[in-house]
């Protein structure tokens, strides 16, 4: 590919180590093996305490470890399974122009053409305010033998062909009809902050931003401020609209309208973003519109991992986290993962002990005591003064022996 660039630089590790100025241009650090595992010790404490990840795969035979070093990943999009519609159905003042625009639209009145080409958001809304009409203002069908009788409803926008009647399917060319009905589960979902989106919004992180706090952080506090101060306990809406059977038009107008109530949240949450950064004696350019924007987007579905230093990972006794999982590790369980996270772990003590490899040698099972030892090691590094009886399952010692450290 011509157009991408790279560049090497052939100096040791060790050389590179006196600071942080030759890592800060990267985003990541990928450390392939074998490293030492005092420079390693050194080169994760220095990542971890600038906030940049550290990578460190290690392939063993069939098996593949990457143990992932952060204090902090930020998810704004999880591209979750059922992703909800987010068209505010249920609080339609939130999309200036949607009622007047559905009001409109009659239904009687249009040619047939025209009204089996008319957007099933059209028909929802319209289903709803008879609904309203016969269950009281601002009622929604929550239930499914609601959301059953919307349907039944639903199919009242059919236009009848000689020998069908109202209550009968959508016909062919009533598609739109069709994909109302489809839609209802998904598009009548209540409007609301989402359970995750809410405890982030609670976390220390969020409340007690500093100078060094990071943009998702500042920007999440901002978008806080938005749900209690402009949002009337809502979300930014999203700004896009399904596919549906349309003609142009109409659905040009209808995405305009969502898109125009987008920008308008968006801009709200920027200002909330500028009024943090200069509280927080920051620039209030240092966070750009477009970063607010795709956050807004994305406000349903936010989520942070926490990650576990590296020293923590090596830490002895009960404050190691990886100590909690002994019990429950199936120890005489070959396809455990975390008894391959062990073997990988054990693996490289052998690495560093002999200068070579397990199994890379005349006799590769000859080495299988000394794999034995090292994965007790690697358990009373875990264990510290705890007691443990764990027992590597033999099959895996025998693999890794097998597979020479490749």
Not at 180 to 200: E, F, G, I
Not at 297 to 310: E, I
Request: net charge negative.
């Amino acid at each position: 590919n011509p157009d991408v660039k790279g560049e090497s630089v052939n100096d040791p590790l060790e050389k590179l180590m006196h600071g942080y100025d030759f890592f800060e241009k990267f985003s990541c650090v990928i450390a392939c093996e074998p490293v030492s595992e005092p420079l390693l010790n050194k080169l994760a404490s220095l990542l971890w305490k600038h906030g940049t990840p550290l990578l460190m795969p290690k392939v063993l035979g069939l098996w593949t470890c990457l143990r992932v070093i952060v204090k902090e990943h930020y998810i704004l999009d999880a591209h979750p399974e059922g992703k909800m519609m987010d068209l505010r159905l249920d609080q339609l003042e939130q999309i200036p122009g949607l009622r007047e625009f559905v009001n409109s639209q009659d239904l009687d009145k249009m040619a047939k053409e025209k009204h089996s080409h008319t957007p099933y958001l059209v028909l929802l809304v319209k289903c709803l305010d008879k609904w309203s009409e016969k269950y009281g203002h601002d009622a929604v069908p929550r239930s499914y033998d609601e959301r059953k009788q919307f349907k039944q409803m639903l199919k009242t926008f059919v236009r009848n062909k000689e020998g069908h009647s109202s209550n009968e399917n959508a016909t062919e060319d009533e598609e739109n009809v069709e994909e109302a009905l489809k839609a209802v589960n998904l598009a009548l979902q209540p409007t609301c902050v989402s359970a995750r989106t809410t405890a982030l919004f609670d976390h220390h992180f969020c409340c007690n931003l500093t100078r060094l706090s990071a943009n998702f952080w500042v920007i999440l506090r901002a978008l806080k401020d938005y749900v209690i101060n402009d949002g009337r306990g809502t979300l930014p809406v999203q700004g896009s609209i399904p596919d549906m059977r349309s003609d142009s038009e109409r659905y040009i107008q209808l995405q305009a309208l969502y898109r125009k109530a987008a920008q308008s949240g968006r801009d709200s949450v920027y200002k909330h973003v500028q009024e943090i950064l200069r509280s927080l004696g920051r620039s209030p350019e240092s966070i750009s519109i477009e970063e607010v924007a795709r956050f807004c987007k994305n406000a349903s579905h936010l989520d942070v991992v926490f990650g576990c230093s590296w020293t923590n990972e090596l830490s002895k006794g009960a404050n190691n986290m990886l100590n909690q999982l002994l019990d429950t590790a199936g120890e005489n369980d070959p396809t455990s993962l975390f008894n391959i996270y062990l073997i990988c772990r054990a693996s490289d003590d052998f690495f560093h002990s002999q200068g070579r490899y397990p199994g890379n040698c005349n006799s590769f099972e000859s080495d299988i005591p000394a794999l034995k030892s090292s994965v007790s090691n690697v358990i009373s590094q875990m264990c510290g003064d705890l007691s443990s009886n764990f027992s590597m399952p033999s099959e895996l010692l025998l693999e890794t022996v097998r597979f020479a450290g490749g």
